[in-house]
């Protein structure tokens, strides 16, 4: 999680039963550590069986041997599947204020995840969903190494195309999907980019760029 302003969150997303985090196994974490001992990594979201979707400043240009761990957890063998190429926004890397209006991402994975039912994107965003209550899983630091979240977090808007959420995030949690109920399912709206103080963070919502790169790969293009 790149940090938007200074200081260090003391309590961040609760962790989610064992029991009840498999319902979620399209998420997981990403990194350059396979087992994720040595390093915190990201988080990223499946959203077909060879893609995920997660934040820009998590797959830098050129970086090597990132893999993706779908529903992983401590004490389990968790499958870790490496990253052929990414996708960041074009627009991404703004000034000041607004440098992660377009910080979203998506990654090619080596080969297809199967087992695990990926996550669908929402077909609403922006004015449409603020002032609703989404969700907002990832893996963050100090979390024992399972998923954590929270199912009541209010979204407003933030500055640019940010969105703002009213839950705290901490390391770990840049690309967590923002998730809506829609239809019966959850679906994404967006991904967690930054935080912003000490109970809140700035997530990115979904666009036209990310559905096309999205509908192009399904295609084959």
């Known amino acids: 999680m790149v940090w938007a302003e200074t200081g260090w969150a003391q309590e961040g997303l609760p962790r989610l039963p064992l029991t009840y985090a498999p319902a979620f196994d399209a998420i997981g974490r990403l990194g350059s550590d396979p087992k994720f001992q040595t390093s915190q990594g990201c988080t990223a979201a ?38 052929a190429r990414t996708l960041r926004h074009p627009d991404y890397g703004g000034i000041g204020n607004l440098a992660f ?4 991402a998506i990654a090619v994975l080596s080969v297809p995840v199967t087992g695990v039912t990926p996550l669908a994107l929402a077909h609403t965003s922006g004015a449409e969903i603020y002032g609703k209550t989404i969700a907002l899983l990832g893996y963050h630091a100090g979390a ?4 954590s979240g929270s199912f009541d977090c209010p979204l407003g808007p933030g500055r640019g195309r940010l969105m703002g959420v009213e839950c705290p995030v901490r390391g770990g949690n840049s690309g967590s999907p923002l998730l809506i109920k829609s239809e019966g399912e959850w679906r994404i709206i967006g991904v967690a980019a930054a935080r912003a103080g000490d109970s809140a963070a700035m ?18 293009g």
Do not use: K, M, Y
């Open 101 to 104: 209006e377009n910080d979203i």
């Open 46 to 83: 499946l959203i077909a069986p060879d893609l995920v979707l997660t934040a820009a400043h998590c797959v830098n240009p050129g970086q090597g041997g990132l893999v993706f761990s779908p529903g992983w957890r401590v004490g389990q063998r968790n499958p870790s599947i490496a990253i």
């Open 144 to 147: 024992q190494g399972g998923l």
């Open 203 to 220: 997530a990115v919502a979904l666009d036209d760029w990310l559905r096309t790169a999205v509908t192009a790969h399904l295609q084959g």
